[in-house]
């Protein structure tokens, strides 16, 4: 019996602990574990009246009944209702099955009735002696696990719920007079869920449209937002240092804006001004900045870092890529190292494939606060790695990184330099950056405790990306099509899948496509590039393309983020049916950079079923049919629901479990207007209502 899954000092049983697993831990948790659909035993039909599929309950007089060994070992048994009959077949078996199952026997039968070419069949129907009391309610089902039986899991969930509205676990915890319009309080709403009375729609309940389902919804998002309001004000209460921005006709910003070699767009220039507000105040900034690929977040970054660097502290650029680090890298250099020379101060450089010497070098610097920016990958945040002075850190391409990775950056303003007379330590300002854009729903619901500023604009002068979706079979025209590009003088990227099984094939995979390419066009400088070659190799390879020099880079997906050269105007991506949608629009991100007509080809091969999969075909589509990052994310938001949008914030504990922000609409609306009015005129309530929802996991969603 799982009487009391909280607080035993014995051994845990098998099912106990998978409970554990599932999270179902206190009373509350077990109440809050739903059924995810209703059986009906609440009726009895004739066999006559069963449909195909449909799993119906009825009752019959068996037959006949006997174990058959062909074509496998099996029971098989016929019985009958009013003249029509069914086969009833099982695999499984015990002895008292058949007993159960005598000829003879009037039996209560319960399965999937399927009308095949040999008359009714019913596989592994459940089986009990006719006449017994039918259900009032309709039974639940539960999600679960392999090693956890419904039935089990049904007692647990029964008697923590039963147990958990006896000590009043329930009791309301929005205000009176707020709960939203047609709900039902939340524990009739939910005894009714975990046991629905007979005559209630079942399609109300598989829709979730029901008062009692809307009612657990909205305690769910309401939840969520208080949850995120709660750490945004946290954050307020928090310190970091203020970098005001000068406006001397003089320092790095002024130098800087007036060295750029193009002028801001609408957009840059707003989302500019948002965050030097941000960085001129004495809490730290949390702002994601999203916007679609090519639409300029670099620049932005780099104004950032100037204004912080004008005030006296140090910047921090982290990048998932050492490529993609070292870009950055060499564009901050290129504009900021005139500025920075002339007052002393540097830029440093940080990467896990440094040699020691060098990187002690760096490290020097970066202590010192003689580098007023440091760029680099993962390796900026190690250990070792001690600032002088860090007053922003900027994360490119942000959901490439874990809450991990945030909270160690966030760090890295050490005690040292918080003056010890202040209550609280500070913190550096966080500019998150992503070009792959957040669904306003998901942002507004999973981001809630961050700002976020938004480039909706592209630079000027670029031309709409031609997609074209093109069969494997037609490679030699795409060929073609490139040699016509080189001649332009053109160059062209060639991407090629990652195989998950096997980066072994992946690789081998790229390297007879460059092999292909090299013979095809003969004259024409064919670059390889892959994760597993030596940096030095992969440095040396992308600097032949940027300088122009390569006219075709085949490479794998190592290329996906920013790499930035405005003169290639051709995206070949291989096996185009294997990639994810916003990984898709990263790489078609990497042409169109420039002036020139810019054409992305997605070959698909159709694989050995000769088609291809329902949601790759929906994300060659979407492909095709636009290029804006936003309508991208929404329709990858269809195809794959919220999980991958979100990072690490996906981690269980923050996912919800009833809610759909996309479909809930209204309820979101309304959580978002109650949280922080809740926390303001009702924190106990508000607290306990988080308490209930997020347990120990609320956490989780701060970082
Ligand atoms: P992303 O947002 O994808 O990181 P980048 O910052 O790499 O985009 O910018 C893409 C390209 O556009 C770069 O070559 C950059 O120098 C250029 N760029 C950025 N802003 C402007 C602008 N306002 N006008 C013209 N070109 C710009
Ligand atoms: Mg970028």
Not at 126 to 147: E, H, I, K
Not at 236 to 255: F, I, K, W
Not at 603 to 625: F, K, N, V
Request: net charge neutral; with cysteine; hydrophobic share 45%.
């Amino acid at each position: 019996m799982p009487a009391e899954p909280t607080q035993t000092a014995k051994p845990l049983s098998a099912p106990q602990k998978a409970l554990r697993k599932m999270g179902l831990v206190r009373d509350v948790d077990l109440a809050l574990h739903l059924p995810y659909r209703y059986e009906d035993e609440t009726r009895l039909v004739k066999l006559a009246d069963a449909r195909e599929g449909d799993v119906v309950q009825f009752e019959a007089t068996v037959r006949s009944c006997e174990v058959v060994f062909k074509p496998r070992r099996q029971l098989l048994a016929v019985v009958e209702d009013e003249g029509e009959t069914c086969t009833l077949r099982f695999f499984n078996f015990y002895p008292n099955m058949q007993k159960a199952l005598q000829e003879g026997r009037h039996v209560r039968l319960r399965g999937e009735v399927r009308g095949g070419f040999m008359g009714r069949t019913c596989m592994h129907p459940s089986v009990q002696a006719a006449g017994g009391d039918l259900s009032t309610a309709l039974t639940p089902v539960y999600p679960s696990t392999a090693t956890m039986p419904q039935a089990y899991l049904r007692k647990a969930v029964q008697s923590g719920l039963a147990h958990a509205l006896r000590q009043g676990a329930f009791s309301e915890t929005i205000p009176a007079g707020h709960a939203p319009a047609h709900t039902w309080p939340l524990a009739q709403a939910l005894q009714f869920l975990h046991h629905p009375a007979a005559n209630v729609s079942l399609s109300q309940l598989e829709d979730r449209s029901h008062p009692a389902w809307q009612r657990l919804k909205a305690e769910e998002l309401l939840a969520q937002q208080l949850s995120q309001w709660q750490s945004k004000r946290e954050r307020a209460a928090l310190r970091a240092p203020q970098l005001p921005q000068s406006s001397a006709h003089s320092g790095v910003l002024h130098a800087l804006k007036s060295a750029l070699p193009f002028v801001l767009t609408q957009a840059q220039q707003r989302v500019v001004a948002e965050i030097a507000q941000d960085l001129d105040r004495a809490q730290p900034m949390h702002r994601l900045l999203q916007g679609d690929v090519g639409s300029g977040k670099t620049v932005v970054a780099a104004l950032a870092a100037a204004q912080c660097i004008d005030a006296g502290w140090q910047c921090a650029l982290m990048a998932p890529t050492e490529i993609l680090a070292e870009q950055h890298f060499r564009k901050l250099i290129g504009w900021l190292e005139p500025v920075l020379t002339p007052l002393g101060l540097c830029v440093a450089w940080l990467t896990g494939s440094q040699k020691k010497k060098e990187r002690d070098a760096m490290l020097a610097l970066v202590a010192s606060g003689q580098a007023a920016l440091v760029v680099g990958t993962h390796a900026v945040i190690q250990d070792k790695v001690q600032f002088k002075a860090l007053g922003l850190a900027i994360i490119d391409e942000q959901h490439r990184f874990g809450v991990a990775q945030r909270l160690a950056l966030r760090q890295k303003l050490s005690d040292e330099q918080t003056n010890p007379s202040m209550a609280k330590p500070r913190e550096p300002h966080l500019l998150m950056m992503s070009a792959t854009p957040i669904p306003r729903t998901l942002a507004m619901s999973y981001y809630a405790d961050l700002d976020v500023s938004t480039i909706d604009e592209l630079p000027p002068g670029r031309t709409p990306i031609v997609t074209k979706l093109v069969a494997e079979t037609r490679r030699d025209e795409i060929i073609e099509r490139i040699r016509v590009q080189l001649q332009e003088g053109r160059q062209i990227y060639w991407v090629c899948p990652l195989i998950e099984e096997s980066e072994a094939l992946d690789l081998r995979n790229a390297t007879d496509t460059h092999q292909a390419l090299c013979e095809a066009l003969p004259g024409v400088m064919v670059g390889l590039l892959h994760s597993r070659m030596p940096q030095a190799e992969k440095k040396a390879v992308m600097s032949l393309f940027v300088q122009g020099q390569m006219g075709v880079l085949v490479s794998t997906t190592v290329i996906e983020v920013g790499v930035d050269v405005p003169n290639a105007s051709l995206m070949v991506i291989e096996h185009a049916e294997r990639f994810g949608l916003s990984q898709l629009h990263q790489l078609r991100g990497r042409v169109g950079r420039g002036a020139a007509a810019s054409a992305c080809v997605l070959l698909y091969s159709l694989g050995e079923h000769g088609r291809l999969s329902d949601t790759a075909r929906a994300r060659l589509r979407a492909m095709s049919d636009t290029n804006d990052g936003f309508e991208i994310a929404r329709r990858d938001l269809d195809i794959r629901g919220p999980g991958e949008f979100l990072g690490s914030r996906q981690s269980g504990a923050a996912m919800l479990r009833f809610a759909d922000v996309a479909l809930d609409t209204d309820l979101l609306d309304w959580a978002r207007a109650l949280a922080p009015r809740m926390l303001d005129e009702h924190p106990d309530m508000a607290a306990t209502h988080v308490a209930r929802w997020l347990g120990g996991k609320s956490d989780f969603l701060k970082a």
